[in-house]
């Protein structure tokens, strides 16, 4: 689920609960649409004082890609500002006013590559959603924790609209506001929560490696996560999947739109186990009557084909190459004091973790943790662990927390 929404709870009742924001302080801006209306914006953003708070809307499951449709800001002596992006590409003027001034986001790694594109570049950070995993909070979505900690509630009826449509309905655009509005206030009493609890360190660390973090490198084998691959249970069907996800993926890119809206994946998958041998056939499949998916029947159809006349050793092979550990279900048979390591690294990971307050993940990934008992260091020390730790992109106060109880844990899962 987007982490910027939450899920109204069961019985939830209005009367109740914290009132509803209903307007942006100083009413509601116009849009920036045009390089004269975006310098009053910089000149005003480079006048205020403070962190800036930051938000960008989507159009994901709609558009291809993750762009940004639209980017609100607010900072306290400069009021809230949204850009059109589409109609002013290049933000780098934005960029300069911010300069070293915080920036804050909700959830930045969802944001952070959409705002790049447009040359917003944040140099510090404070993420309010990463801040609510430190602290242990039991859910981080935006609308909950502003409800939570300044009790406020937040509508969040158009967080899964088409934001790429012209023009932005003026109710949209209210809610988009809204979502900087009080942003600065949250970031300010969640501070306060991570200095109360000796956590501020800890955060200011995964604020900065957020920052630091590389591109996303293309996924392998990107196809193998469609949804319901694993009824496809043999080669040839799985070439058929490959076929037609980048058959898929090609017009959906051509055509900027979410690949789902031109062929679902169940579709894939159905024609992948019956493998049809005409466009009547594919026709049949009840997934394939959406009004692209009819339309690309022939494209379609040569996919399958290609997939039922393609020599064995074109085959995709049944399972993705990696350079990690296998299934952990393997480890029992495969590598029983492996799976004595993990048992035990886990079971520390979890303590250690229940004691700070935190997720597991947020103290250490899982797949660090499983790497960790598949294949420890020779020398098992906490020096050697924590040297393993950080090559796996660990910060600092993970590495304090966790080093000496793994190295421990670890010797002892060898005895036994």
């Known amino acids: 689920m987007n982490s910027k929404t939450d899920p109204r709870e069961p019985g939830d009742d209005d009367a109740e609960r914290a009132p509803l924001l209903r307007e942006p302080r100083e009413g509601l801006p116009e849009v920036t649409a045009d390089a004269e209306t975006l310098a009053g914006v910089i000149a005003a953003l ?5 962190p800036v708070a930051v938000d960008a809307e989507r159009a994901s499951g709609y558009r291809y890609g993750q762009r940004a449709y639209l980017v609100q800001l607010r900072r306290n002596g400069a009021g809230s500002a949204l850009i059109d992006p589409i109609a002013c590409p290049d933000l780098s003027g934005l960029d300069a006013a911010v300069g070293e001034a915080e920036v804050v986001l909700h959830a930045a790694h969802q944001d952070l590559p959409c705002l790049s594109e447009v040359n917003l570049r944040p140099k510090r950070l404070f993420d ?5 995993r430190l602290l242990g909070h039991p859910r981080v979505g935006l609308g909950f924790m502003v409800e939570r900690m300044l009790d406020i509630r937040l509508a969040k009826e158009h967080s899964a609209v088409d934001w790429s449509q012209r023009p932005l309905p003026e109710d ?4 988009a506001a809204l ?3 009080i942003l600065i206030e949250l970031r300010d009493s969640l501070e306060a929560e991570l200095e109360e609890t000796g956590k501020i360190g800890w955060a200011r660390e995964e604020f ?3 920052l630091a973090a590389p591109p996303k490198e293309p996924r392998t084998d990107p196809w193998r996560r469609t949804s319901g691959i694993h009824r496809v249970r043999n080669q040839r069907a799985l070439a058929a999947v490959r076929e037609l996800w980048y058959e898929r993926d090609r017009i959906a890119q051509e055509r900027d739109i979410s690949p789902g809206r031109v062929l679902p994946d169940a579709a894939i998958v159905e024609a992948a186990t019956t493998m049809p041998r005409s466009t009547t056939d594919l026709a049949k499949i009840r997934q394939f009557g959406i009004k692209l998916a009819r339309r690309y029947l022939t494209t379609w159809i040569k996919a399958v084909n290609r997939a039922r006349d393609m020599a064995q050793a074109d085959l995709p092979r049944p399972n993705a190459p990696g350079d990690g550990p296998p299934p952990v279900n393997r480890w029992a048979d495969r590598a029983p004091e492996a799976a004595r390591r993990l048992e035990a690294a886990r079971t520390t990971v979890t303590g250690i973790a229940e004691e700070i307050v935190m997720p597991t993940e947020n103290l250490l990934l899982p797949d660090t943790v499983r790497r960790l008992a598949w294949a420890p260091p020779e020398t098992v020390d906490p020096d050697a662990v924590g040297a393993f730790l950080r090559e796996r992109g660990a910060r600092e106060w993970q590495v304090g927390l ?4 793994l190295a421990t844990a670890l010797r002892e899962a060898e005895k036994s």
């Not at 309010?128 to 609510?132: F, P, R, S, V």
């Open 46 to 50: 480079s006048a205020g004082t403070g």
């Open 172 to 175: 949209w655009l209210r809610y």
């Open 128 to 132: 309010t959603e990463l801040a609510g």
């Open 402 to 405: 966790t080093a000496e109880p």
């Open 179 to 181: 979502d900087v509005e």
């Open 208 to 210: 900065a490696a957020v």
